[in-house]
Nanobody, 121 residues
Framework: QVQLVESGGGLVQAGGSLRLSCAAS??????YDWFRQAPGKEREFVAA????????FYADSVQGRFTISRDNAKNTVYLQMNSLKPEDTAVYYC????????????????WGKGTLVTVSS
């Protein structure tokens, strides 16, 4: 059974850092993404990584502040978030697909339940 379990969310002051983890079990996928959803807003793409090559892609809003990475041995994907802003406040979701790298939520095959990140001003 495929499971994606996020952890690492919490409350942080603006300018601070957090590292999110996504532990995958059941199988390995070719692409892992992080999405986020703020209250009253649509889910939006944050970052993506290919499992084999480690190629990465970022939303403009987080480019230079967030870093996505993976640990093949631990079957875990990370999202290092630095210089956090209040507008980064959201529930962050890990998602996976066996298809090509994508920023489209509807193309992801599996989702975690999310972890809440709150950035105070």
């Amino acid at each position: 059974q495929v499971q994606l379990v996020e952890s690492g969310g919490g409350l942080v002051q603006a300018g601070g850092s957090l590292r999110l983890s996504c532990a995958a079990s059941g199988r390995t996928f070719s692409v892992y993404d992080w999405f986020r959803q703020a209250p009253g807003k649509e889910r939006e793409f944050v970052a993506a990584i290919t499992w084999n090559e480690g190629s990465t892609f970022y939303a403009d809003s987080v480019q230079g502040r967030f870093t996505i990475s993976r640990d093949n041995a631990k079957n875990t994907v990370y999202l290092q978030m630095n210089s956090l802003k209040p507008e980064d406040t959201a529930v962050y979701y890990c998602a996976a697909t066996s298809r090509f790298i994508t920023v489209v939520a509807s193309r992801m095959d599996y989702w975690g339940k999310g972890t809440l990140v709150t950035v105070s001003s």
